[in-house]
């Protein structure tokens, strides 16, 4: 028998023996608390003990479609927990906040800033004059707002944005 066929047919048998008889140890570290797992025994100045490690499924990890189904409810259970928790700690804290009583807003209405005028007055805006065209190219114009007016037929332009608009005397008019 020659050699790579030995290796293509006890490989795996080996290889399946000896995966088998692995151990797995979980550790703690006494100094700083560190988690870690190993292979070997834990030293002898750390906390540890074996992992019992079942014949398992090589793509879930459980042995069986029981094992997955109760630690996805596990898993649910636990979120649902979690969430319960988070409500409670809500609800108490909202029990603890204290309310205004009326001479506490009194006091705060009467340190709150009043104006100085006791007829404020409103003062209109003015609006902008309409824009001027200042420069005239083959292609076209600009006015004083900075928009570009594309040259159409006649005295008809079309400013950037896409409305449509006629040139009268020194300003347009666009719709």
């Known amino acids: 028998m020659s050699m790579l066929r030995f290796c293509m047919i006890f490989s795996p048998a080996i290889l399946t023996i000896s995966l ?6 979980h550790c703690i570290h006494p100094e700083t608390g560190r988690k870690y797992f190993t292979d070997r025994q834990c030293p002898d100045n750390s906390i540890g003990s ?7 499924n090589i793509d879930s990890g459980y042995s069986s479609t029981g094992e997955i189904r109760a630690a996805e409810l596990e ?4 979120k649902l927990r979690n969430e319960l928790r988070t409500k409670k700690m809500v609800a108490a804290a909202s029990k ?3 309310k205004k009583s009326d001479s506490d807003r009194r006091v705060e209405a009467y ?3 009043k104006s100085s005028n006791p007829y404020p007055m409103t003062i209109p ?3 902008k004059p309409p824009p001027v065209i200042v ?3 083959p292609a076209g114009a600009w006015d004083t707002g900075g928009n ?3 040259k159409g037929a006649g005295t008809t332009y079309f400013r950037s944005d896409g409305k449509v608009c006629q040139q009268l005397n020194t300003g347009m008019q666009c719709n």
């Open 20 to 25: 088998a008889n692995a151990e797995v140890y």
């Open 50 to 56: 074996r992992v019992h490690v079942g014949e398992a």
């Open 75 to 78: 898993r649910r259970a636990e």
């Open 96 to 98: 603890h906040t204290p």
């Open 111 to 113: 340190q709150k800033p």
């Open 125 to 127: 805006s003015v609006p």
């Open 135 to 137: 420069n005239h190219d």
């Open 148 to 150: 570009r007016y594309t």
